[in-house]
């Protein structure tokens, strides 16, 4: 498989245990995105990184989350002392560089749930 | 998503009926629109894009047409399908990103009744 994969596919963790979620992007691809979606809602961005370079953080994100791509290939996320609230999707996405505005690959997500 | 204006945000239409879903967004140097989207529990994918130097595009059942001036870009699904029920989101580049990021707006949720 050449697409976006993402590990685990499924999450369960008890509030205030630490989670980590791996993305590997389609492999010659630059740019990687972090998205967090809840039911009935859109992809909410997280954070992108341009190689292993993470260019933007959503203000929306606290200081609980955090993302690396540590050799500009696959990125992790990791999530400390989780929450109810964290309950989501985890989308992660790929995108070409070299031009302005292309198609992000999605791959199959995350599935947490915080109990 | 950030200055992305997506209507209208649910549309029930008839087999066979036409759809069209709008999008508005505020960046003027914006060159490039595309349209993901997303049938329940999966991910979202695209479906047609377009870029600032061209007004139409279409392919097959679905076009996206393009109007610079007033700052909007449109879905047209033709002829639809039950299967074409899903939830539509528009993307266009927010402004001061170079057009690097990637952000959705609210979606569009198309119900297509048999």
């Known amino acids: 498989d050449t697409g976006v994969s993402q590990d685990p596919r499924h999450k369960i963790t008890k509030r205030g245990q630490n989670v980590t979620f791996r993305c590997d992007p389609i492999?010659?691809?630059?740019?990687l995105y972090w998205y967090r979606q809840t039911l009935g809602q859109g992809p909410e961005f997280l954070t992108y990184f341009q190689n292993e370079a993470q260019l933007e953080k959503s203000r929306l994100l606290s200081d609980r989350f955090s993302a690396e791509r540590p050799k500009g290939s696959f990125s992790t996320l990791e999530i400390q002392r989780t929450e109810q609230g964290d309950s989501a999707m985890y989308l992660c996405a790929s995108s070409p560089g070299g031009h302005l505005g292309t198609e992000a690959f999605f791959g199959q997500g995350t599935r947490l749930t915080v109990v | 998503g950030e200055n992305v204006e997506q209507h209208p945000s649910t549309l029930s239409v008839q087999e066979g009926d036409s759809a069209v879903i709008k999008c508005t967004y505020s960046d003027s140097a914006s060159n490039y629109f595309p349209w993901y989207k997303q049938e329940l529990g999966k991910r979202p994918q695209l479906i047609i894009d377009?870029?600032?130097?061209?007004g139409e595009k279409k392919d097959q059942r679905i076009a996206v047409t393009l109007n610079k001036t007033a700052k909007h870009f449109s879905l047209h699904i033709t002829e639809t399908q039950p299967e074409d029920s899903a939830v539509y989101f528009c993307?266009?580049?927010?402004?001061?990103?170079?057009?690097?990021?990637?952000?959705f707006g609210a979606g569009t949720r198309l119900f297509v009744k048999a």
């Open positions: 993307a266009p580049p927010p402004p001061n990103t170079g057009g690097f990021k990637t952000i």
């Open positions: 377009i870029r600032s130097n061209v």
């Open positions: 492999s010659e691809h630059n740019r």
